[in-house]
């Protein structure tokens, strides 16, 4: 089983750069999708009623804001939208459940301290935390977004040149070692040690040639899924969005 989650910067931009024509070549079994940032009829018709997929917008209130999906090749046996009341309005969180394994796209906030929604972004960590412990009751747990946070040292070009800014503050940082103590595995480490290996990289010029990137997109496995994961990797080369699409695969449940 193929998965991957993608930051696609806007939907809509995304098909016009090549999304469809990328996921014709792969058929993924299961696409979560971050900042989509539209509604479900103002994307084309070749998507939305596409056969091979069952699709699960989750859009923002607020047009051109935020948004997740899930296009899967099964249909889901149990969907979640959202967190909770105060989460909901952004369309941060889907939950697809599959026999027992629950995959969850979620995108959280940018939040700096600069404007205001610092607090608001660790909250939707805390809560995400909560949701992911409480899934693991019950089945195996899947994570797959973009948490807008370079954990280590190792997931950023330049550490000491960011250690103040939005994105690797400490206690964003913090918030992530928690998902770790709490016994999820974030895969991509997993599998891979040294640094390096980004998944945002900054529209400035040359800044993805010279691969000064940030890794924010990430995948967290439950204990007990981890037996079951094949492989977990980045797709550097494409140029769709300002993320890359990261993938896992995993044998059949």
């Known amino acids: 089983m193929e998965l991957y989650s993608w930051n696609v910067n806007g939907l809509r931009a995304a098909i016009r750069k090549g999304f469809l024509y990328w996921l014709d070549s792969e058929l993924p079994d299961i696409v979560c999708l971050q900042e989509i940032r539209a509604f479900s009829n103002q994307l084309p018709k070749r998507l ?13 209130e607020r047009p051109g804001y935020s948004g ?10 149990e969907l979640i939208f959202g967190l909770d009341e105060q989460y909901g309005s ?3 969180t889907i939950v697809a459940r599959f026999g027992s394994l629950s995959v969850i796209t979620g995108y959280v906030p940018c939040g700096s301290i600069y404007d205001g929604r610092f607090e608001y972004k660790l909250k939707y ?23 807008n946070t370079a954990h280590t040292s ?6 000491k040149g960011n250690r103040n800014s939005p994105g ?14 709490s016994g999820f595995v974030d895969l991509f480490r997993h599998f891979q040690s040294e640094g390096g290996h980004y998944t945002w990289w900054s529209y400035r010029k ?4 010279r691969n000064q990137g940030w890794r924010i997109d990430y995948c967290f496995s439950s204990h007990d899924l981890l037996s ?23 044998n059949p449940i």
């Open 48 to 60: 939305v009623e596409d056969n091979r997929y069952f699709c699960n917008f989750f859009s923002a």
């Open 154 to 159: 190792l997931d950023l070009h330049d550490p």
């Open 168 to 181: 690797f503050m400490v206690e964003e940082r913090q918030a992530l070692d928690q998902f770790v103590k």
């Open 206 to 209: 040359g800044a993805k040639e």
């Open 68 to 77: 997740t999906a899930i296009l899967s090749r099964v249909e889901p046996d």
């Open 228 to 250: 079951h994961v094949i492989s977990c990797f980045h797709v550097p080369k494409l140029n769709i969005s300002d993320h890359c699409p990261v993938g896992v695969v995993i």
């Open 125 to 147: 960590k805390e809560k995400l935390l909560e949701l992911m412990k409480d899934l693991a009751k019950t089945s195996k747990v899947l994570f797959m977004g973009d948490l």
């Open 90 to 92: 952004e369309g941060r």
